[in-house]
């Protein structure tokens, strides 16, 4: 029998699905548009991939009638790995280099730039990039945030919020909106993309899944995006 991976995602318009989720989340009529395809057509074949746990969905927080549509890429990486292993032992996938973020611009955008764009721009400035963080409406950095932070060796205690005016007409080789109502409310980044993580300061419990999730998803842009 075929390697799950290839039952999942052989179809072309779920290969299709697939590539423009690589790029960031997306709402069923963003794809709708994208694959240029009928909406019943595109939700059909999601429901396939998040059968097979390839794709995920979150309500949106600006609108809860909306959902966002999230790819695993480590779910994706390891089922691929398996397959090509499983095919030849010559095959097996191994890890490539960490290209170098060093010089990349990177902007983290979210609400209060008080939780999710603070500790990932922490994140990604460990991981080499220039990064930033703002927020339309800032607050204070939540403290379940800095020790959660300095849990995995980087210090908050004086980072501050800022507004996104602050960075009004300053170049970034990638904008990314961590809040849906920023992305939904705020669309003042063209071509910016969207990762629909969690409000943690909804709900503290979400704090370190929050942190994890950021983490792995910044070890992936650095295969993205080149200095």
């Known amino acids: 029998m075929e390697p ?25 009529q963003e794809l ?20 097979a746990s390839l794709v995920e969905g979150r309500r949106s927080l600006a609108d809860g009638r909306d959902t966002y549509y999230r790819l695993d ?4 990486g390891r089922l691929l790995a398996e397959a090509a292993g499983s095919l030849h032992p010559g095959l097996r ?28 721009e922490a994140l990604a400035r460990r991981a080499g990039f220039e990064a930033f963080s703002a927020g339309s409406h800032p607050k204070p950095i939540h403290p379940r945030a800095v020790e959660v932070m300095a849990a995995r060796g980087l210090d908050l205690g ?3 919020s800022k507004h996104l005016d602050e960075f009004a007409g300053q170049g970034f080789d990638r904008v990314i909106t961590l809040c849906d109502k920023v992305r939904e409310v705020c669309p003042g980044y063209p071509g910016a993309r969207h ?10 419990s979400l704090f370190d899944a929050v942190a994890d999730e950021l983490e792995e998803r910044i070890g992936f842009l ?3 995006v080149r200095s």
Not at 32 to 51: E, G, I
Not at 73 to 76: H, P, Q, S, Y
């Open 4 to 28: 799950e991976v290839f039952r999942a995602a052989g179809h072309p318009l779920r290969w299709r699905l697939l590539t423009a989720l690589a790029e960031g989340d997306l709402r069923v």
């Open 32 to 51: 709708t548009a994208q694959v240029a395809q009928p909406q019943n057509l595109v939700s059909y074949h999601l429901a396939q991939l998040r059968k």
């Open 73 to 76: 890429l480590a779910r994706c």
């Open 93 to 120: 996938w191994v890890s490539p280099p960490v290209p170098s973020s060093h010089g990349v611009r990177v902007l983290f955008l979210c609400t209060g730039n008080s939780s999710r764009s603070q500790m990932a």
């Open 158 to 160: 004086r980072a501050r």
């Open 195 to 204: 990762w629909s993580v969690p409000d943690p300061a909804r709900e503290p």
């Open 222 to 224: 650095t295969h993205t």
